[in-house]
């Protein structure tokens, strides 16, 4: 297994367009996360889950967001009508719900330019 | 006032020297992450801690729960240490540990 995977690695847009970002997680890991990181600042949660059922969603997921996880393995984060806003580097990370110590497996990262 | 305060924010050091990384906190925690990020984004898990003192190499973490406090220290300090190190912790909502990270201390490591 490689790891986390995530596609694209980069994606520059325009304002109103829709971007979809796919993240692999590492394969025996039944839960993942999405998080989102701006210029300078931490990374912050977005929203997980455990299998295929969206458990947590931030109060940063605006409407325009979406994330699906169907089958309990990949998962795409959706942005609809992208704002200048949404610019920032989208984080994927995995773990093994029920190991005694839970560490998460990042992903490189999508970096996302909405012009 | 953030829950994961990190210090110093910025670091500059010469090749060799020993460097300490700060993090405190103020919610109860399920345990503590020390994460490095390489300019382009990626990130690798270094250490998680819940009690006492991890070593790996020349790093060591080390938190102190009463205190709500952890330290990453680097012992002889090399220029591919140069990264963005950042504290997160994992707070336990009863259906999984999420985190919430600090906002990173800039380390860069000279010749």
């Known amino acids: 297994d490689t790891g986390v995977s995530q596609d694209p690695r980069h994606k520059i847009t325009k304002r109103g367009q829709n971007v979809t970002f796919r993240c692999d997680p590492i394969?025996?890991?039944?839960?993942l996360y999405w998080y989102r990181q701006t210029l300078g600042q931490g990374p912050e949660f977005l929203t997980y889950?455990?299998?295929?059922?969206?458990?947590?969603k931030s109060r940063l997921l605006s409407d325009r967001f979406s994330a699906e996880r169907p089958k309990g393995s990949f998962s795409t984060l959706e942005i609809q009508r992208t704002e200048q806003g949404d610019s920032a580097m989208y984080l994927c990370?995995?773990?093994?719900?029920?190991?005694?110590?839970?560490?998460?497996?990042f992903g490189p990262g999508t970096r996302l330019l909405v012009l | 006032k953030n829950e994961v305060e990190q210090s110093p924010q910025n670091l500059t050091a010469q090749e060799g020297e020993f460097i300490t990384i700060n993090c405190s906190y103020s919610v109860g925690i399920s345990a503590l992450h020390w994460l490095q990020q390489h300019p382009g984004g990626g990130i690798v898990s270094l250490f998680m801690l819940s009690s006492g003192k991890k070593k790996h190499g020349r790093l060591i973490a080390t938190i102190n729960i009463q205190e709500k406090h952890s330290s990453l220290h680097i012992t002889a300090s090399h220029p591919r240490d140069s990264a963005v190190y950042i504290c997160?912790?994992?707070?336990?909502?009863?259906?999984?540990?999420?985190?919430?990270f600090g906002t990173g201390t800039r380390l860069q490591v000279t010749l």
């Open positions: 997160a912790v994992g707070i336990y909502t009863g259906t999984a540990s999420k985190l919430t």
């Open positions: 990370a995995s773990s093994r719900f029920g190991d005694s110590q839970e560490t998460q497996y």
């Open positions: 889950f455990q299998n295929e059922a969206q458990l947590e």
């Open positions: 394969s025996e890991h039944n839960r």
